[in-house]
């Protein structure tokens, strides 16, 4: 279902960062356009 | 203290003239609604030197200077007898050539009269101030120094940082404050305080950025090389924001989510069991209390409680972990941090 799908993966440094959801969502087969890591505070 | 040089003299100028300069482009400068003074540009062209550039430098410089005033004053140290100054500090000083150029340290210290310290900056996002306490204490514990004042400014650019948020949910800007501190390391004396240079840690470029991954690095490992468990730490300073200012602006409560990292390390090395999670973040953390000034919250807030603490007996030791968004300045991905012990010598 998600095969394909373009993605923005958008991380938070103290909760789960950006790398890392891009790389769950490319093994998952989603194509990850543009992922970066945030710091809200 | 020495007198001041004429050039450190102050230098009013009478309201017709701040007005007449405010008219040609300098930044007003007011007391509630009353017009105090003025800021002026260094340079007609350059942005390094711009009005703001330069109020935000200026407003780190003063409450640095002020924080090591205050501590040399209630430790009756003579500013002479310090070496050497490190600030860590939140901002970029320098013109177009050279941006971020900085020594802003050496300013502080002209400015609080240590006229035998030379200085210099630690720059690392929000873990500074704990690479500039490493860097601080390895100059005393070579020998290349005696005392060392690590000092850092509050960063005006983080005033009212998440102000929409608030005024949205009706409250008041809570971001209003300007951090700074000012810590003097000396050589260890049995039964004070002192940092254990043997635990400091830093994030190596490999270790990746995930929580987990920072807390082997910045806890377990250095806690290992001392023969210590997470479960040796009495308390941990982490990042100390507030919640009260930043769950309500959408960040959730950093401290808390730090320990509960923690503990679930803890967790999966059966140093305790799930269902004593809780207890590890209450009895081991703390309430997040700082203003969201950066470098601030970053553990460093809660060394001055930490030492009173320790020579009160009511702690044995505090590990203090610090991270750093370099990812912000977009040169790498990267995040970043640096950790420490500190305990009371016993040699």
């Known amino acids: ?38 710091c809200f505070v | 203290m020495t007198k001041p040089t004429k050039a450190k003299q102050l230098r009013l100028k009478s309201f017709a003239e701040i007005e007449s300069l405010c008219h040609k482009g300098a930044l007003p400068l007011y007391s509630d609604e009353k ?51 490190i600030s860590c500090s939140e901002e970029a000083v320098g013109d177009r050539y050279n941006r971020g150029g900085g020594n802003l340290a050496k300013a502080i210290a002209e400015e609080v009269a240590c006229e035998n310290a030379s200085g210099s900056d630690v720059k690392a996002f929000c873990a500074g101030p704990l690479y500039a306490m490493v860097h601080g204490a390895s100059l005393v514990q070579s020998g290349v120094c005696n005392k060392v004042a690590v000092v850092a400014g509050g960063s005006l650019a983080k005033l009212g ?38 635990s400091a840690a830093f994030h190596p470029v490999r270790a990746g950025a995930s929580p987990q991954a920072m807390a082997e690095c910045l806890a377990e490992k250095p806690l290992a ?73 970053s553990a460093i807030v809660y060394l ?24 912000l300045g977009r040169m790498t991905q990267l995040s970043d941090g640096c950790s420490f012990l500190v305990e009371k010598s016993e040699k």
């Open chain 2, 35 to 85: 017009l105090v003074g003025c800021i002026e540009a260094g340079h007609a062209e350059d942005v390094n030197l711009s009005v703001d550039v330069l109020l935000e430098n200026l407003a780190a410089k003063a409450t640095a200077a002020h924080a090591l005033k205050s501590l040399l004053s209630a430790l009756k140290m003579d500013p002479n007898d310090v070496d050497y100054v």
């Open chain 2, 161 to 198: 940082m998440k102000f929409e948020s608030h005024l949205k949910k009706g409250m008041p800007v809570l971001e209003d404050v300007l951090g700074s501190f000012a810590v003097i390391l000396s050589p260890a004396k049995i039964g004070e305080p002192c940092m254990r240079l043997d």
């Open chain 2, 225 to 297: 090389k001392l023969g210590m468990k997470l479960t040796d730490v009495d308390r941990y300073a982490v990042e100390l924001h507030n919640p009260e200012i930043t769950v309500p602006s959408g960040s959730g409560d950093v401290p808390k989510t730090n320990y509960l990292t923690l503990a679930a390390l803890a967790v999966i090395r059966g140093q305790i069991r799930k269902d004593q999670m809780e207890d590890f973040v209450r009895t081991r953390g703390m309430v997040g209390y700082a203003p969201t000034q950066g470098h601030i919250p």
């Open chain 1, 1 to 38: 279902m998600l095969n394909g799908k373009k993605v923005i993966a958008i991380g938070e440094r103290d909760g789960v960062p950006g790398p890392v959801i891009a790389e769950c969502l490319e093994g998952a087969g989603l194509e990850v356009v543009f992922q970066v890591t945030e």
């Open chain 2, 304 to 327: 001055g409680h930490a030492l009173d603490a320790l020579r009160n007996n009511e702690i044995n030791n505090a590990l203090f972990i610090s991270k750093g968004s370099l990812f």
